[in-house]
């Protein structure tokens, strides 16, 4: 637990440009010391961290009506979604519990924009971890393309999602990076053979 709060304390000063935009504002972390039970001697510290209230449902709360969601409506989230993601990898950040449930609604379903909660369980580049592969660690806190990264497979949490070639739209949606990729890039990543997980 101690891991979770430093870290998701540190993710959010790492991000704070995209703080009350596409995450949620960051209050701060506070520990306190409360009795164990009802009059007992012994204390524990209790820590919490405090950020903004996001109005909407998440998209796990969608999960098992994503039919009912247009789309071009899906296809828009995911836009967003890989986007944002790319944003925050930029910063230093790795999101490794990218997940529908993470992934808050704010607004109409059908317009919805999206914002992320839940950095407890985040890489970040001045704490290495087993699960950060060499090239990502490399380019972590650089822009990489999602011609790179995302573009052999959704996260599995977003398959039911998609209802079209993921591939194919992705090298059409963001055919417009592919200037930002070096051969040094493009060679490490396929030989990584990174998918998003």
């Known amino acids: 637990m101690d891991r979770l709060y430093t870290h998701e304390s540190h993710a ?3 991000v704070k440009g995209l703080q009350g935009l596409e995450i949620p504002r960051y209050y701060g972390s506070y520990s306190i010391s409360l009795p164990i039970s009802p009059g007992s001697q012994q204390n524990r510290e209790v820590r919490m961290i405090l950020i903004e209230f996001i109005n909407g449902p998440s998209m ?4 098992g009506k994503e039919k009912e969601v247009s789309q071009q409506a899906r296809r828009r989230m995911m836009r967003m979604i890989i986007d944002l993601e790319t944003r925050i990898f930029e910063q230093n950040v790795k999101l490794e ?4 449930r993470n992934v808050m609604l704010v607004g109409p379903v059908e317009q919805a924009g999206v ?4 950095f407890g369980d985040v890489l970040l580049k001045l704490c290495r971890a087993n699960s950060v592969t060499e090239v990502e660690s490399r380019y972590l806190g650089q822009y990489v393309s999602p011609l790179l990264r995302w573009v052999h497979s959704p996260p599995s949490e977003f398959f039911r999602m998609v209802g079209w070639d993921w591939q ?8 417009n990076t592919e ?4 051969p040094e890039m493009r060679k ?3 030989n990584e053979g990174i ?3």
Do not use: K, N, Q
């Open 115 to 118: 914002v992320f909660v839940d």
């Open 97 to 100: 519990d990218l997940a529908p």
């Open 179 to 182: 200037s930002t990729i070096t």
């Open 60 to 63: 796990g709360d969608i999960w």
């Open 168 to 175: 194919s739209w992705v090298e059409r949606e963001f055919a």
């Open 195 to 197: 998918e998003m997980e």
């Open 12 to 14: 959010y000063e790492a």
């Open 188 to 190: 490490d990543w396929d």
